[in-house]
């Protein structure tokens, strides 16, 4: 079993939906990130998080700690958002960052 | 801009070839890491170089390996490349020794092909 496992690996939706992504870890963390890969391929980290909550403008990621899950959600999708998003934690005993497998998805007009 | 630079974008050779791909970190960053990342797969880590010094090794082949320059930039080389090489090379740079509590920044890859 995989230390992070993310859900769905693929999603598809329509412009306008609300959409969640949700990823499980079994390590304790220190930090937990989420990332974007564009079709192009290029990454670009959207969140850092360690409790809580952060919020930047349509995107929202929260974290459980004791349940250790975290989820990103997308508010009014766009065809724009249309990526590979990427859940990736940090374990206390190292300095690595443990890559979760990452969840397509695809945002229909 | 993550302000993490990579060449070549892309880069086409023939089995057999060696080939550099070169990072600039961002200004300040000292420590640079490799990944590859095959066809629909993810990222897997290859090494990390912390101020000139290796930190941190991850499943890096032994045709592979890579430096890191006084100025910070470093260079990854690939040698005797086989088919199965062929992948989307990705540089990131943080400013500490760790990778994970700090945000991460990457640079647009370097797309290889070996034919």
């Known amino acids: 079993k995989n230390e992070v496992e993310q859900s769905p690996q693929n999603l598809t939706a329509q412009e306008g939906e609300f959409i969640t992504i949700n990823c499980s870890y079994s390590v304790g963390i220190s930090a937990l990130h989420w990332l974007q890969q564009h079709p192009g391929g290029g990454i670009v980290s959207l969140f850092m998080l360690s409790s809580g909550k952060k919020k930047h403008g349509r995107l929202i990621a929260t974290i459980n700690i004791q349940e250790k899950h975290s989820s990103l959600h997308i508010t009014a999708s766009h065809p724009r958002d249309s990526a590979v998003y990427i859940c990736a934690v940090r374990g206390y005993s190292n300095y690595q960052l443990i890559w979760g497998a990452g969840t397509k998805l695809i945002i229909k007009p | 801009d993550s302000g993490v630079t990579q060449t070549p974008k892309h880069l086409i050779t023939a089995t057999g070839q060696r080939v550099t791909l070169r990072c600039s970190p961002r200004?300040?960053?000292?420590?640079v890491y490799w990944y590859q990342q095959s066809l629909d797969q993810g990222l897997q880590f290859l090494i990390q170089?912390?101020?000139?010094?290796?930190?941190a090794k991850g499943n890096i082949l032994e045709r592979f390996s890579a430096q890191q320059f006084p100025d910070l930039h470093s260079e990854l080389n690939l040698s005797s490349l086989e088919l199965g090489d062929s992948a989307l090379y990705f540089c990131?740079?943080?400013?500490?020794?760790?990778?994970?509590?700090?945000?991460?920044?990457f640079g647009q890859g370097t797309r290889l092909t070996v034919v």
């Open positions: 200004s300040g960053d000292l420590s």
């Open positions: 990131a740079s943080s400013v500490g020794v760790g990778h994970g509590n700090t945000e991460a920044f």
């Open positions: 170089y912390y101020n000139g010094e290796e930190r």
